[in-house]
């Protein structure tokens, strides 16, 4: 059954990309998101699932659909689900890589209700685990996944947001000697990248919002790297809505075992516009071809996905793992 429900939340990540990508280098970054948000949630619809929304668009009052606490599916298995329908909207709405559908499910109860705040991240492939913590210095944890990765530091590229308050962190990365791919957006993608050979991206540094940090530890805890976390409260009111939401310590490390805990987690992602990663939707005359990956805590497997959508016909995909 659980191949089949990895099969069955394919296709709402696939049906998000597709809604999505028809508004790629439109510059409409709202259409885009909602076009996601819409066929997500439509195709939740037919999922045989009790699903409640843990990581979403925002709070009942925030979004019309795909809120922090919307109950989807068409009915059975309790499970918590986390959802970026469209990550990167900007780089969406102007046609640069890596926008994404993504989603992660696990068992009822264990997959983070994050707070809406900043969180400091770090996060690598399997390879170099055991060697980065979010408390050592930029400088420590990239001279050691050089070491794991027997690669001079030159060789690491490490992912970091493009971002006014990672001047520092920058400095120091390329003082220790290594090279950095910066980003305009998408850190689910970033923290992914560091356990996706052919990437180039060896480590991912730096703030972003919490609840995509779920998302990238359900991933990394599927594919055997390693992801913490550490709440970066932006006011007092933001600590206080965190402490009703999470039984984390607050000022203390995030590692997987508190963001997703669970063995059954699960994490899929389907391309929007062309990345590293994976490649965009492309859509031809009668039809459509999406990219997508999917990893599965579970049974320790990685596949990446090719489905062709005909128009009037049945969909068929390949699995080239």
């Known amino acids: 059954m659980h191949s089949t429900r990895i099969i069955q939340m394919l296709e709402v990540s696939e049906a998000a990309a597709l809604a999505a990508g028809r508004w790629m280098g439109k510059g409409d970054k709202e259409a885009a998101d909602a076009a996601a948000v819409e066929a997500m949630?439509?195709?939740?619809?037919?999922v045989d699932i009790a699903g409640e929304i843990v990581i979403g668009e925002g709070e009942r009052d925030e979004a019309p659909m795909l809120f922090i606490g919307e109950k989807v599916g068409a009915g059975g298995e309790p499970i918590d689900i986390a959802v970026d329908p469209l990550e990167g909207t900007n780089l969406c709405a102007y046609g640069q890589p890596n926008a994404l559908a993504t989603l992660a499910f696990a068992p009822k109860g264990t997959l983070l209700n994050a707070?809406?705040?900043?969180?400091?991240?770090?996060?690598?492939?399997?390879?170099?685990?055991?060697?980065?913590?979010?408390?050592?210095?930029?400088?420590?944890?990239?001279?050691?996944?050089?070491?794991?990765?027997?690669?001079?530091v030159e060789d690491i590229v490490v992912c970091i947001l493009?971002?006014?308050?990672?001047?520092?962190?920058?400095?120091?990365?390329?003082?220790?000697g290594a090279r950095i791919r910066l980003?305009?957006?998408?850190?689910?993608?970033?923290?992914?990248?560091?356990?996706?050979?052919?990437t180039g991206i060896h480590l991912y540094m730096g703030a972003g919002g919490s609840p995509e940090g779920?998302?990238?530890?359900?991933?990394?805890?599927?594919?055997?790297?390693?992801?913490?976390?550490?709440?970066?409260?932006?006011?007092?009111e933001e600590r206080v809505?965190?402490?009703?939401?999470?039984?984390?310590?607050l000022d203390g490390v995030l590692d997987m075992d508190c963001l997703v805990n669970s063995d059954e987690a699960a994490f899929i992602a389907t391309g929007v516009t062309d990345g590293e990663?994976?490649?965009?939707?492309?859509?031809?005359?009668?039809?459509a071809r999406t990219h997508s990956i999917a990893m599965d805590n579970k049974t320790g497997t990685v596949h990446f996905i090719e489905t062709v959508f005909r128009t009037g016909a049945e969909k068929f995909w390949v699995r080239m793992d």
């Open 241 to 249: 809505r965190a402490e009703g939401m999470t039984n984390c310590d």
């Open 41 to 46: 949630r439509t195709a939740f619809d037919s």
């Open 214 to 236: 779920v998302l990238a530890a359900a991933a990394m805890r599927c594919i055997g790297g390693c992801f913490m976390g550490r709440f970066a409260f932006r006011s007092p």
């Open 183 to 198: 980003i305009s957006d998408g850190d689910v993608f970033g923290a992914v990248a560091t356990s996706i050979e052919g």
């Open 115 to 152: 707070p809406d705040t900043y969180m400091w991240k770090i996060a690598t492939g399997p390879a170099a685990a055991d060697v980065i913590h979010i408390d050592a210095s930029p400088t420590e944890n990239v001279r050691n996944v050089a070491r794991a990765l027997k690669r001079p």
């Open 277 to 287: 990663m994976l490649r965009g939707v492309k859509y031809f005359g009668q039809g």
């Open 162 to 176: 493009d971002r006014d308050r990672h001047a520092d962190l920058i400095a120091e990365v390329r003082a220790a």
